[in-house]
């Protein structure tokens, strides 16, 4: 893994105000123009990277940088050695939402600097929109609420190959009914309440 902000100037990614409607219809062009882009049942973000021209590379700790845009080399999205499976895949969606979503606004405002995408940036605004980016990208609305009146969270999060956590998430961004039907209410929480985080 590269140093975070070697010798040379480098810039974390700018926030760009997206909306969740604006992240669907991102996905939906991207998928429209290359339908190997479309992820509906848990593939391998490889395709994906490759299509973008970014590389995906594991890394021994610390872990710092979730995706490293140098000036006059190739993109790299880092991820962890010892990760699991599905925190990777979540990562890596994000390290694309930080790509297709910053990375060209932050390059015009900043000529002649790298980018690099923190896992701990000093502002977590660009990062939230990456988070909503990889959700978005790795559940659809239409496949995940199939699949959560089907089995609930544990089928999406094997179907879909995501961290159950995630499931969670995104459930509170979509129309889902909060009781199981016989009066018992479903209480979401978000990671941020979980843990503090986010």
């Not at 880092?78 to 790509?99: C, I």
Request: include cysteine.
């Amino acid at each position: 893994m590269p140093p975070k902000y070697p010798n040379y100037a480098y810039v974390e990614p700018m926030a760009t105000g997206v909306s969740d409607t604006e992240i669907e219809e991102i996905i939906d062009d991207l998928v429209s123009q290359s339908p190997g882009m479309s992820l509906p049942h848990g593939d391998p973000m490889d395709p994906i990277c490759r299509a973008l021209n970014v590389d995906i590379e594991y890394s021994s700790p610390p872990h710092e940088i979730l995706l490293d845009v140098p000036q006059g080399r190739k993109s790299c999205i880092w991820l962890p050695k010892k990760g699991k499976p599905r925190q990777d895949r979540f990562m890596a969606a994000m390290g694309v939402g930080h790509w297709i979503l910053h990375v060209p606004t932050t390059r015009e405002a900043n000529p002649g600097c790298g980018i690099q995408a923190l896992l701990r940036p000093t502002d977590r605004t660009a990062q939230a929109e990456a988070v909503r980016f990889a959700r978005i990208l790795l559940m659809p609305g239409e496949v995940f609420c199939s699949l959560w009146y089907e089995g609930r969270a544990n089928l999406v999060a094997d179907t879909l190959n995501v961290p159950t956590q995630a499931v969670y998430e995104r459930a509170t961004t979509l129309d889902i009914p909060t009781d199981d039907g016989r009066g018992n209410k479903f209480e979401w929480k978000t990671r941020a309440q979980v843990s503090g985080r986010y």
